[in-house]
């Protein structure tokens, strides 16, 4: 491989990897505004997974279309959530619930992610096949997976 290639494809590397790695944030007032946009994420979640656990424990009447419309959502505001938790807020005294850990531990907290996504996609099937029975089970996982992220990575 030619010298200018290797450096080109070192340099590409380095960038890429920079950029799946936290930042700390830099001020205050930038801790501030990264917390505040990452709970705009997981206010979305929860108000998408509201109407989903009602629907699932007969509170709110079964509707394959909503479920289907909050699975889709979920689904990408879950494939935000690296994007909105890069900055480390850690060393600021933001009020905030998020531990820690989200930056000690990027690789846990990406596999609670990527199950995240994986669950509401099988939501969104689930949705389509227009059996209850299916949608529950699947609303169930989603469930699961946001539970076992608060459990690790969340101050309750």
């Given at each position: ?42 206010s979305l979640l929860s108000s998408n997974m ?107």
């Amino acid at each position: 491989m030619k010298l200018f290639t290797k450096v080109a494809l070192a340099s590409v590397i380095t960038v890429l990897a920079a950029g799946a790695m936290a930042n700390s944030a830099k001020s205050m007032k930038h801790a501030q505004k990264a917390t505040d946009l990452r709970q705009s994420i997981f206010s979305l979640l929860s108000s998408n997974m509201g109407p989903l656990g009602g629907m699932a424990r007969g509170k709110i009447p079964f509707d394959a279309e909503k479920v289907g419309k909050h699975a889709l959502r979920i689904n990408q505001l879950s494939k935000m959530i690296a994007d909105y938790t890069r900055t480390d807020t850690s060393a600021h005294k933001v009020e905030t619930e998020a531990l820690d850990k989200i930056w000690s531990q990027p690789d846990d907290f990406a596999k609670r992610i990527k199950d995240l996504t994986k669950a509401s996609a099988n939501l969104q099937k689930a949705a389509l096949s227009g059996k209850e029975g299916l949608m529950k089970k699947a609303i169930g996982g989603v469930g699961k997976t946001c539970g076992g992220c608060h459990d690790d990575f969340k101050a309750e």
